[in-house]
């Protein structure tokens, strides 16, 4: 399991034996149960995660009660509400586990640490927040540009294994349309 | 001038004169007319760019010829296709000055050699990525969860000097509505 996380890191900078143990210090392992709600809009996030197997959304519910999907987040995605958790204010959306899911959980003051005595883990999630910032760009382009059929295209394209794990009703709620309409595009 | 960039870098990480002497010796400095492209779709991105006055706006002309904005920006701001910067490929936006603009420019080169040659650039950097990040992540949200009318008034509230400042035509392709339909908003 750790491995999976080694791997992860070292797709960006090398680690060596001894400093690999000096991250994994810094994180906590979690498992939780389908349906589980990680943090609730309203609530303090305590951790950034990191996970290693199940499925994870990230929602907003509006004043009328209706559910916005921001994101999915899958193996070998991070996820967390991360204004929240960075200005250390309450969460503007909730985060649930779609299916059984585990995760590496990293504190805002583990992050801190391991980026004050780790230069390595710094110039680390640097790249991935640049990573994080650009995907974020393209989905804002997507939003402004596409329509649902074309957003429902490109999903199919880039996650195909993703549609055969989310209802329906979940898949409509992401790309912004009514569960009718999704029947609509899926002809 | 330097000054601007000086105190910009200072909110985040503290600067003594030899470093900020460093840092300053990886920018350039230019000026561009009202109306020029500092890169067009297709072309390669050279720099990223802090503003020091201006406005530019970073749009995305579709398949039908449709001009989408996907964010303004000003003085304080930096400002590129992020993507094609640091994956080196070609610009999937075009940059366009609305204003007669002066920037300091960023070579992805002197971006890498800052942050290897000075940490606390490094931490400055990942504090604006994580700002970049939230930033986009607020206004997947925003498109996700508001219509128009909501959009407009948030943007009222934010930046109310910036309405003073684009035309109406640009206005509308920001909010992703019809200059008519803009119109009725602004009622």
Redesign the interface.
Known sequence: MQELLRSHIEKIVPLTDKEFELVISHFTVADFKRNHFIFEQGEKVKHAYYIISGLLKLT?V?DSAKE?I?SFAMEDWWESD??AY?TQTKA??SLKCLEETTVFCLSLNDYQNL?RDM?KM??F??QK??L???G??????S???TNARERYEQLLQQYPALLQRVSKTQLAAYL?VSRETLSRLHD
Do not use: K, N
């Open positions: 907003y509006d916005h921001v991360f204004y960075f503007a959306m980026c230069p710094e110039s999630f640097l927040a640049h994080g910032f650009i974020s760009q393209q989905r804002i382009l939003l402004l540009t912004g």
